[in-house]
């Protein structure tokens, strides 16, 4: 390929990568139902048609936005756990490192939370595309607990729906906290209740009963004729 066709086509890959950056923030504040083309050019300081000729429409956007918001999602948060030992430090490290991201966005907001909150009961293509991000990690938290237990670092009978149902729900909780309720010390609250809720689902090492090996001598001194 020339170097004439490749220059427009990096250009255009460039100013599509600006414009999906821009409705992400503006989705990430607003919801996904608050982004419009309209908004996005005047953020961009581009006509509508000039953000249309790399969008089709507006679904297509908030699909691309929702996509894009996984993809960031996975980077920071699912692709360095993975790499973590198998088992209980996977898990840990994908909890940590979703706490960490999630803490980020109290300011900005959080596209899975926001998103179920606008289309719970709306159905169609964008509703199926956040259902199908959030269930990924759903299974991606279960198959680390359940890992866990296998590798015995979990309790075995742990349920791990359970574990990590309680796990979403103290995230949840921290949005909901330090978003609405403005309380300072939520994220050290859910830190806090994450590691108790692991705590309570951790394998201790039984300690191995002392035993006592007796010689001949102090078996005969220990021992007591009958009257």
Known sequence: MSLAKILPKRKGQLTRNAILDAALDLSCRNGLEGLTIGLLAERM????????????????????????????????????SILEERGLPRLKGMLKRWLERHTREIASGCIYISGAVEYDDRPGVIRDELVKMVMAWNAALLRAAKQAVECEHLLPGTDCEQLTFEARALVLALHHDARFLKESDAVERTERALNNLIAVHTAKAKPRAKVVRRTKSSSAHHHHPQP
Not at 48 to 73: P, T
């Open 45 to 80: 300081q581009m006509s509508k048609s000039g953000v249309f000729a790399h969008f089709g429409s507006r679904e297509d956007l908030q699909i691309a936005v929702i996509h894009e918001y996984h993809r960031r999602f996975q980077s920071e948060v699912f692709a360095p």
